[in-house]
């Protein structure tokens, strides 16, 4: 059982910048593609950036092309979101994911194990 538990949400201006951990447990974390997302208030819960077990490739959502990067720490057990430029539109709850399957997540079905969430909220 793999365990996931994010943080480094808060409230920011726009503009802004912040970086998300995701510390996890368990001896298996490099072997694990992991992916962000992110859900709103009343909307489906939606990609924005995955990473492959060994941090060689990544992906993202057009949305976060350019402003956000996705890192990780396979010594730290940690997956990173550094978060750039803030829009309110960026305001939710973000959620790290560990995929078990071979290749990059673009899909919340395509995960196994989810984190609690942490809230971003971008003011205008």
């Known amino acids: 059982q793999v365990q996931l538990v994010e943080s480094g949400g808060g409230l920011v201006q726009a503009g802004g910048s912040l970086r998300l951990s995701c510390a996890t447990s368990?001896?298996?974390?490099?072997?694990?593609?992991m992916g962000w997302f992110r859900q709103a208030p009343g909307k489906e819960r939606q990609f924005v950036a995955a990473i492959n077990w060994s941090g060689g490739t990544s992906d993202y959502a057009d949305s976060a092309k350019g402003r956000f990067t996705i890192s990780r720490d396979n010594a730290k057990n940690t997956v990173y979101l550094q978060m750039n430029s803030l829009k309110p539109e960026d305001t939710a709850v973000y959620y790290c994911?560990?995929?078990?399957?071979?290749?990059?997540?673009?899909?919340?079905?395509?995960?196994?194990?989810w984190g609690q969430g942490t809230q971003v909220t971008v003011s205008s």
């Open positions: 994911a560990a995929r078990v399957s071979g290749g990059l997540g673009l899909d919340v079905r395509e995960y196994t194990y």
């Open positions: 368990g001896p298996t974390f490099r072997s694990y593609n």
